[in-house]
């Protein structure tokens, strides 16, 4: 079992960064690969990025390529999403979410967050 707590989302103006953090329990983190998706007000939970157990893979979504940056610390159980040159269409609840592999689909994972809320305003 593996319980996720997402935070660092908050309010940003157009071009400016933020880095979500998402702590997990319990001793087998470093055995997942960890995923961030996002919904947007009237849209599906779409995929972000993803980072294999050790750290030596990613993968983006071509929306976020170039300004995200998916990084994890097995050291401190923590997987973290760096945002820069945000846009408005970020705006979204942002989720973590460990699973068996590296996906691009929610159903390939086992264990979610609670999300935490970005806003970016132009």
């Known amino acids: 079992q593996v319980q996720l707590v997402e935070s660092g989302g908050g309010l940003v103006q157009a071009g400016g960064s933020l880095r979500l953090s998402c702590a997990a329990s319990?001793?087998?983190?470093?055995?997942?690969?960890m995923g961030w998706f996002r919904r947007a007000p009237g849209k599906e939970r779409e995929f972000v990025a993803t980072?294999?157990?050790?750290?030596?893979?990613?993968s983006y979504a071509d929306s976020v390529k170039g300004r995200f940056t998916i990084s994890r610390d097995n050291a401190k159980n923590t997987v973290y999403l760096q945002m820069n040159s945000l846009k408005p269409e970020d705006t979204a609840v942002y989720y973590c979410?460990?699973?068996?592999?590296?996906?691009?689909?929610?159903?390939?994972?086992?264990?979610w967050g609670q999300g935490t809320q970005v806003t970016v305003s132009s």
């Open positions: 980072i294999s157990w050790n750290g030596g893979s990613t």
């Open positions: 979410a460990a699973g068996s592999f590296m996906m691009t689909t929610t159903s390939g994972y086992h264990y």
């Open positions: 319990g001793r087998t983190f470093s055995s997942y690969a």
